[in-house]
Structure formats: structure tokens, C-alpha cells
């Protein structure tokens, strides 16, 4: 539990005339009782010791047996206030990502059947990948949005606080892996088609060495660093805003320090070889097309919908690294702004699983006519 509050109690204690008992609102509690057991009373409307936490309102004031035992006390860390604004949107974000979830599962199930001799193992498990990541995405984002109506709900920050925290995380981590697999498996395929209509651009030049072995390299590794600097520690100092004065001192220097701001910028680092990556594919595409009547015009390449995923994706990594400098639109606050935390934050999100898969989907039925 956390240090005394400071400012002035709610309920104040009171001596009764045998000068053994406590009044608080006229209910009388052992005096000797309370100080024998280390409670404390907290200006918001919390009493509590080292193991034990209870809620004391005006209708809500537990009984105390002779033995220090409290009868109808409600726990401090348990859903006692109403469904709020940030449950609501998280419900109707849940709901989405539930779905989305049952879209990933059958685009997998898909390319499972399309593993045949006429698709090469490489390109299947190329299309494979990105929908992995986006079923990661999608099951760390539904976890989140259901964490967070308790988040709402738990009159004391707890265990759904840290958990909406490192899903959400997570979800932004696997989100930009869904952007480069596909930009990835683009190439692959393009290649191919390149290849088969006998042009150049993809010969055996140190370029290829480039886009097949170093940029994965490249782009994992601060994937792999954003993870350690993130997620190994211990996350129960995020629960730490029972009052302004310990959110300020406690939560707000955690959710802010030196390895949130090195995860932050190596997603940005991650998103810069996305767009090096790009580019190199997009130059050598270029490079290629010899025929000016091809019908592949070069403003043509590279697909919208991949621009746009990028766009969103950038706008993702940067809210995710301003949250690592100013904790007021930060997920991880209770108090949060939600204008924030849902229209840059997992709108985004979003936004690129509905562009993602819905490009997919108009692929699918494309080729299907």
C-alpha cells in the first residue's frame, strides 16, 4: 500500500467517552485494535497496513471483530466503481479485435491450403509470417482493451493497469512486424513475377545480398531491443497512482525512464529501415522495367495500401515515444487523455489491421474472379 497521504483524512477519528473505542461515523472499532494491527486511515477513503486494504465510505463501513477481522469490507483493489469512458471504448475496441482475430485465424488456415508444388515454400512462409504477427497483434490488443475495463472499474490500480500496459506494448511492437513481413513478402513476390518476365532487376548483384539477408537483420535487432527494454522488470511500479502526489513520484518515473525512451526510439529506428528497405525495392523495380508499355509506371510500384500502412505506422511509433516523455497521454495513466490514448493510439492500431487485412480480403477476391 502506499506511504500516508498527506492532505487532510476524509473521516476523522474520534475518541469515544470509554476512551477504548474509535468512532467513525458512529460505527465504534477497538482503538488498540487498529494500532496493534499497523491500520491506517487515508484521505481517500481507504483504510489499510502492509497486508490488508479495505474502502470506507459513509455506506460502506465494515464491521470489526474483537480478533481484528473486518466483516463486509470491500477490498481496495476490486471493481467497485461503474463503467466509465475509457471501458466503454475499450469494450467496442475488444469487440473489433475479437473479430479480427477470427479473420486472422481463417487467412492462416488459408495459406495452409494453398501450400502446393506450384507455390514455392519460401513465398507461403513468407505470407505466413506477417498474418502470425497480426494474430499476435490482434490477441495482445484484445487482452489490453479487455484489461482496461477494470482499469476503469478498480477503485485502486492493480493487476489490469500492468496488464493493459504490456499488451499495449506488445500490440505496437507486433503491429510494426505486420508492416514490414508484408512489405517483405511484396518483394518476395514481386521478384518472382520479375524474374519469370526475364527482367534484370533482380540478378545477382550485391543488392540482393541486401534486401534478403542484411535489412532483416537490421530491422529485428532494435525489435529485439525495444523487447528487452521494455518488458524484464518489475511492472507493479505503474500501480502506483493512489494520489497525485505518488503517481507523480513513483508511476510517472517509471513509465517515463531511459529504457522506455531506448524501446521507443529503436520502434523508430525499426520503422526507418522499413522505408530504407522500401526504397532499395522500389529502385531496383525501377531499374528493371525496361519496357516503357509494361504497364508498371514507377509512381506505380509500390502499392497504396502499403504507403498508407507506413503513414500509420509512423504516426503509431511517435505517440508510442512521446507517451516515453510526457506520461499525462500515456496508456499506462490511469487518468490518461483519452482523446489520446484512442484516436493515436489504438485507433491507429486499428486502422492499419482494418487496411491490412481488408487488402487481403480484396485480393482474395480478386484472384477467386
Not at 45 to 69: M, Y
Not at 94 to 118: E, G, Q
Request: hydrophobic share 45%; charged share 15%; aromatic share 14%.
Amino acid at each position: 500500500m502506499a506511504p500516508a497521504i498527506q492532505s487532510k483524512e476524509f473521516f476523522s477519528i474520534q475518541a469515544s467517552e470509554n476512551f477504548s473505542d474509535d468512532l467513525i461515523r458512529e460505527t465504534h472499532w477497538n482503538l488498540s485494535m487498529l494500532n496493534q494491527m499497523n491500520y491506517t486511515l487515508y484521505s481517500n477513503h481507504t483504510l489499510s497496513n502492509e497486508s490488508r486494504c479495505i474502502l470506507i465510505f459513509e455506506t460502506k463501513i465494515p464491521e470489526l471483530l474483537p480478533n481484528g477481522t473486518f466483516i463486509n469490507g470491500i477490498s481496495c483493489y476490486s471493481p467497485f466503481r461503474p463503467i466509465r469512458a475509457r471501458a466503454k471504448i475499450g469494450l467496442v475496441f475488444a469487440c473489433f479485435f475479437a473479430f479480427s482475430i477470427i479473420y486472422t485465424i481463417v487467412n492462416l488456415r488459408k495459406l495452409a491450403k494453398r501450400s502446393s508444388p506450384s507455390h514455392q515454400k519460401s513465398d507461403v512462409l513468407g505470407a505466413r509470417f506477417q498474418w502470425y504477427w497480426a494474430l499476435i497483434a490482434t490477441s495482445c490488443a484484445l487482452t489490453s482493451s479487455i484489461a482496461d475495463v477494470d482499469v476503469d472499474r478498480y477503485y485502486l490500480p492493480e493487476l489490469p493497469l500492468v496488464l493493459s500496459s504490456i499488451f499495449w506494448h506488445l500490440t505496437v511492437l507486433a503491429s510494426i512486424c505486420i508492416i514490414w513481413e508484408s512489405i517483405r513478402h511484396w518483394g518476395s513476390v514481386l521478384k518472382k513475377r520479375t524474374e519469370d518476365a526475364n527482367y534484370s532487376s533482380f540478378d545477382t548483384s550485391p543488392r540482393k545480398y541486401h534486401i534478403e539477408v542484411l535489412f532483416p537483420v537490421l530491422f529485428y535487432f532494435p525489435i529485439c531491443l525495444n523487447f528487452l527494454m521494455v518488458f524484464p522488470r518489475r511492472w507493479t511500479n505503474i500501480e502506483l497512482q493512489r494520489s497525485p502526489s505518488q503517481t507523480y513520484l513513483r508511476a510517472r518515473p517509471f513509465a517515463t525512464d531511459i529504457r522506455f525512451k531506448i524501446g521507443a526510439f529503436s520502434l523508430v529506428a525499426s520503422w526507418c529501415v522499413i522505408c530504407l528497405f522500401l526504397n532499395l525495392l522500389h529502385q531496383q523495380l525501377k531499374l528493371g522495367i525496361h519496357n516503357p508499355d509494361h504497364g508498371l509506371q514507377n509512381r506505380q510500384l509500390i502499392p497504396p495500401r502499403l504507403i498508407i500502412l507506413i503513414s500509420l505506422s509512423l504516426i503509431m511509433v511517435t505517440y508510442n515515444t512521446v507517451c516515453a516523455f510526457n506520461f499525462t497521454i500515456s496508456p499506462m495513466n490511469v487518468h490518461c487523455d483519452l482523446g489520446f490514448m484512442y484516436g493515436l493510439g489504438w485507433g491507429v492500431v486499428a486502422l492499419i489491421l482494418i487496411i491490412y487485412q481488408s487488402g487481403d480480403f480484396l485480393s482474395w477476391c480478386k484472384a477467386k474472379h
